[in-house]
């Protein structure tokens, strides 16, 4: 790829953050002019160039059934967990057996990671505590795991979840390597579990 190419390539890639920050400047002042759209445009170029964050490769694939499907089961997920976990803080005899886990996902994507990460946090009862990017694996902490069983039961969510991004909005690798590849075996995620009262 020539040096011309390659800076093409990278506006092309920085454009949607752009869009972005334009709307999100005109829409923090209120009203839409010209003026906003001028100084909005300025100021998110200066911070596309002076705050450069590595260029999230988009898939240029969506299946709209797919994002359906996604958006339908987290919100169950997040209703599901929401009572679990009110019941817990609201039991008599609160004792818990939390878990650190490390699930090794499929995708190589940044922003599949983003988005498998996100789903997982904003499901009570779990939140990402890392990230090891390069590995593409999550670290997170769970509520109320008592067995390996659960341990393993979690995992697998967390993959099933990844596999519901993927199909909706995931590259043609991806979903290759979802479809050629099974899931880790227990053995391949670092767990540590420990007591709270």
Same mark, same amino acid.
């Given at each position: 790829?020539?040096?011309?190419?390659?800076?093409?390539?990278?506006?092309?890639?920085?454009?949607?953050?752009?869009?972005?920050?334009?709307?999100?400047?005109?829409?923090l002042?209120?009203?839409?002019?010209?003026?906003?759209?001028?100084?909005?445009?300025?100021?998110?170029?200066?911070?596309?160039?002076?705050? %450069?964050?590595?260029?999230?490769?988009?898939?240029?694939?969506?299946?709209?059934?797919?994002?359906?499907? %996604?958006?339908?089961?987290?919100? $169950?997920? $997040?209703?599901?967990a929401?009572?679990?976990?009110?019941?817990?803080?609201?039991?008599?005899?609160?004792?818990?057996?939390?878990?650190?886990?490390?699930?090794?996902?499929?995708?190589?994507?940044?922003?599949?990671?983003?988005?498998?990460?996100?789903?997982?946090?904003?499901?009570?009862?779990?939140?990402?505590?890392?990230? @090891?990017?390069?590995?593409?694996?999550? %670290?997170?902490?769970?509520?109320?795991?008592?067995?390996?069983?659960?341990?393993?039961?979690?995992r697998?969510?967390?993959?099933?979840?990844?596999?519901? $991004?993927?199909?909706?909005?995931?590259?043609?690798?991806?979903?290759?390597?979802?479809?050629g590849?099974?899931?880790?075996?227990? @053995? @391949?995620?670092?767990?540590?579990?420990?007591?709270?009262?």
């Amino acid at each position: 790829m020539t040096p011309r190419k390659g800076r093409l390539v990278s506006v092309a890639n920085q454009l949607p953050a752009i869009v972005g920050l334009v709307v999100l400047w005109m829409l923090l002042w209120g009203s839409f002019s010209w003026l906003n759209f001028v100084t909005g445009t300025g100021v998110a170029v200066l911070v596309s160039v002076s705050f %450069y964050l590595v260029p999230v490769q988009l898939s240029n694939r969506v299946n709209p059934w797919f994002v359906l499907t %996604y958006l339908v089961r987290l919100i $169950i997920d $997040i209703v599901r967990a929401s009572v679990q976990v009110a019941g817990l803080a609201l039991s008599p005899r609160l004792v818990t057996s939390n878990a650190i886990l490390a699930v090794h996902l499929r995708t190589r994507s940044d922003l599949i990671l983003t988005w498998t990460a996100v789903s997982t946090s904003i499901v009570p009862g779990s939140i990402v505590v890392d990230i @090891d990017r390069e590995h593409s694996t999550l %670290y997170l902490h769970v509520l109320n795991v008592h067995s390996a069983a659960g341990i393993e039961r979690f995992r697998r969510t967390v993959l099933e979840t990844e596999r519901r $991004i993927i199909r909706a909005v995931g590259s043609r690798q991806d979903l290759e390597r979802l479809r050629g590849v099974t899931p880790p075996t227990p @053995d @391949d995620s670092t767990t540590t579990k420990g007591q709270t009262p």
